[in-house]
């Protein structure tokens, strides 16, 4: 029994927007869920410890979280591809979380910015945070309108998401593993997925 709140992903589709970028997910006044993918190694040591690190987790590495579960579930292939077998459900604060955030720098330059492409590049360089913004999937893994954000985390502002920002971490790979099959046996409308909502902080990240 996993502690997230869930709810039927047909339900939760009418009250999602079916297009722009919006950061959605599980949150309350204090907390909110993002998820990781990885190998059992990393995962175990994690579960553990509460925290990440071992010999296997690399602090160099550009590290993902994702807020949006079928974001997630899209990118690990709900824990089929390799190194992204077991899935964690991270509950961390709030004020980490916006911290991330007000540190993210876009992988890709939009010519829309009000900085240069130079300045954006220097950003690039000396920002240990990245943000992007990619089209979301649904259940089937079919992309739709609405945008999904990830940020990657590397050097110490991963470490203090580690240390500090994390209040929790749990295995959810039983409770993906049990929705996939449901939706191999195209059972999509009893396919059970965590309650999301719009987290109201979109038009604060970093263009």
Do not use: C
Not at 6 to 33: A, C, V
Not at 150 to 173: A, P, R, V
Not at 192 to 205: C, F, G, R, S
Request: aromatic share 12%; charged share 25%.
């Amino acid at each position: 029994m996993i502690t997230l709140e869930t709810e039927l992903y047909i339900s939760q589709l009418q009250r999602w927007p079916k297009e722009g970028r919006h950061i959605m997910g599980q949150f309350d006044d204090n907390s909110i869920i993002v998820y990781q993918a990885y190998n059992p190694s990393i995962a175990n040591y994690a579960v553990k410890h509460q925290k990440f690190g071992g010999q296997d987790f690399s602090w160099t590495r550009m590290s993902w979280i994702k807020p949006n579960f079928t974001w997630m579930m899209y990118r690990s292939g709900w824990a089929t591809k390799n190194n992204q077998e077991r899935i964690l459900a991270i509950k961390l604060s709030r004020q980490g979380f916006e911290e991330i955030i007000s540190k993210a720098v876009p992988t890709n330059f939009n010519s829309f910015s009000p900085i240069s492409r130079e300045e954006w590049q220097e950003k690039l360089k000396s920002s240990e945070v990245r943000v992007q913004w990619d089209p979301d999937h649904n259940l089937l893994g079919k992309k739709i309108q609405r945008r999904a954000i990830q940020l990657g985390m590397k050097g110490d502002i991963l470490k203090k998401y580690s240390d500090e920002y994390i209040i929790s971490i749990e295995d959810i790979t039983e409770f993906v593993n049990e929705q996939y099959e449901l939706i191999k046996m195209n059972k999509l409308d009893q396919v059970m997925t965590p309650v999301e909502q719009i987290y109201d902080l979109a038009d604060k990240v970093y263009e």
